[in-house]
């Protein structure tokens, strides 16, 4: 496995690899890598002649006061792992390589950007599509592999790939859990044990949401004031947003039907968590 | 020469071509066809094995009461000079194939739009900077040609072609003139005979400033009161603005050095008119 920081150096190892009428598949990632990241490794290895991990802790799409520099950073675990599960290529650039003095340029979609976490951390996918576009463009990959577990982030990238006419095919794996059902994350390491054990609650919530949907329950506002009730009742945390939306527009619903996001964002001390699952009715 | 309106069809094209190690030349245009633009599609014909040009009105950068609706089109007329230039593959989408039912994406450079006609037109370049990068995506051309007379559009995508990591080659050609100086457009057809006359007096005052700042003046202020005397003296008009710029920053500058760009917008009647030249001191 090679690991690159250069853009002259990916731009020609890819350029011989489309030559060669190889396939590539894609995985971008801020690293700390864990078994969600790697299902999609795996996933990409499966479909693809090869695989390129991307590494790189993307500062604009940081708020301010949030997690930036405390974001835990470890290329040589990473690069273990990433090998492990099947990738040929890690790219992992530093700031100033994506970002030389003077860049302007910005990828924004609008609308499904301004709800859920959008409405939270403004500018933060604005941050994502602009870091993502520009990977898509020096990684040239047929495929590309997300986490279920970012939902919105998903749905924002795979907007901007079909409105910008990127030749791509856009992959969305399942969310990988602990055995509590917790969500994986590598912010999941900033959790102290009392969080930990309580952040099991946020799935349970999930659970206990399509429960009651399962059930017949199509009252939105009911099914999130049992969920809020549990997370409260079951966690020192501060709920930020627990929301049901349209699967398409990610706009609020009153009434379930057709498929919905079942989403939230919970805080744990400074940590904050999301998760989310997918109803039908 | 064949003409597409269908994405799925460009595509289906483009990938052929890419498979076949063929490399693609492509002229952005909005139809309207004149020297300036065949100028274009002959450089791309002498540099590459397939020439592609799109004609498509972009609506997203004509501002509220601008000329979207008025805007000439001729695709006959296009389709036979194009041919004739060294065209294989004329693209002109309709909006709807471009922008469908809820497109929601928009690329944005910074700082390069909002000076010169990027202040008076807000928005415009933003439209400009999305519509090429769809183009791009969906053409994957090598090689890529714009003209000097859009000085700073040609900057503004430059720039994001840098920013983005696009993998082409950006081409910038000689701006082409009528033989009393005008430069070529398509809006010159709506200039009534007194103001086509007038119109001359554009690139009459630019070659004052560069013969001023030949002859050693080196402050900005003169020059450009010089070209207003000039401009409204000899014509009917209403100056937008005439500016000196850094050719990097597109600042306007004080004294003049290195590279400048000298800039012009004037209207005759409804009709914006825009030129500029290079000075170097």
Same mark, same amino acid.
């Given at each position: 496995?090679?690991? %690159?920081?250069?853009?002259?150096?990916?731009?020609?190892?890819?350029?011989?690899?489309?030559?060669?009428?190889?396939?590539?598949?894609?995985?971008?990632?801020?690293?700390?890598?864990?078994?969600?990241?790697?299902?999609?490794?795996?996933?990409?290895?499966?479909?693809?002649?090869? %695989?390129?991990?991307?590494?790189?802790?993307?500062?604009?799409?940081?708020?301010?006061?949030?997690?930036?520099?405390?974001?835990?950073?470890?290329?040589?675990?990473?690069?273990?792992?990433?090998?492990?599960?099947?990738?040929?290529?890690?790219?992992?650039?530093?700031?100033?390589?994506?970002?030389?003095?003077?860049?302007?340029?910005?990828?924004?979609?609008?609308?499904?950007?301004?709800?859920?976490?959008?409405?939270?951390?403004?500018?933060?996918?604005?941050?994502?599509?602009?870091?993502?576009?520009?990977?898509?463009?020096? %990684?040239?990959?047929?495929?590309?592999?997300?986490?279920?577990?970012?939902?919105?982030?998903?749905?924002?990238?795979?907007?901007?790939?079909?409105?910008?006419?990127?030749?791509?095919?856009?992959?969305?794996?399942?969310?990988?859990r602990?055995?509590?059902g917790l969500a994986?994350?590598?912010?999941?390491?900033?959790?102290?044990?009392?969080?930990?054990?309580?952040?099991a609650?946020l799935f349970k919530?999930l659970q206990?949401?399509?429960?009651?949907?399962?059930?017949?329950?199509?009252?939105?506002?009911?099914?999130?004031?049992?969920?809020?009730?549990?997370?409260?009742?079951?966690?020192?945390?501060?709920?930020?947003?627990?929301?049901?939306?349209?699967?398409?527009?990610?706009?609020?619903?009153?009434?379930?039907?057709?498929?919905?996001?079942?989403?939230?964002?919970?805080?744990?001390?400074?940590?904050?968590?999301?998760d989310?699952?997918?109803?039908? %009715?």
């Open positions: 496995m090679q690991v %690159v920081e250069k853009i002259q150096d990916l731009k020609h190892i890819i350029n011989q690899l489309r030559q060669e009428g190889q396939s590539i598949g894609f995985v971008p990632t801020m690293g700390f890598l864990h078994e969600g990241h790697l299902s999609l490794v795996r996933a990409a290895r499966r479909e693809n002649d090869f %695989v390129v991990v991307s590494i790189f802790v993307n500062p604009i799409q940081f708020g301010a006061g949030e997690d930036y520099e405390d974001y835990p950073r470890d290329l040589e675990r990473d690069q273990h792992l990433a090998s492990q599960a099947g990738c040929d290529l890690i790219f992992s650039p530093t700031v100033t390589e994506m970002y030389p003095a003077g860049y302007a340029t910005y990828v924004e979609v609008e609308q499904l950007t301004d709800t859920l976490c959008g409405s939270h951390r403004p500018g933060h996918f604005r941050g994502v599509t602009t870091v993502v576009a520009k990977l898509f463009n020096l %990684v040239m990959p047929h495929r590309v592999y997300f986490g279920q577990k970012d939902a919105q982030q998903a749905l924002v990238l795979n907007k901007m790939v079909l409105d910008l006419n990127m030749d791509l095919q856009f992959q969305i794996q399942p969310t990988v602990e055995e509590d994986m994350s590598s912010r999941n390491k900033y959790l102290d044990p009392k969080q930990r054990r309580e952040a609650v919530s206990e949401a399509e429960k009651m949907i399962q059930s017949g329950e199509i009252k939105a506002g009911s099914v999130k004031h049992a969920m809020d009730e549990l997370i409260r009742g079951g966690s020192d945390s501060e709920i930020e947003y627990v929301e049901i939306v349209d699967i398409q527009s990610l706009r609020p619903v009153e009434t379930i039907q057709g498929q919905c996001l079942v989403a939230l964002a919970v805080r744990f001390g400074k940590t904050r968590l999301i989310n699952i997918i109803v039908e %009715v």
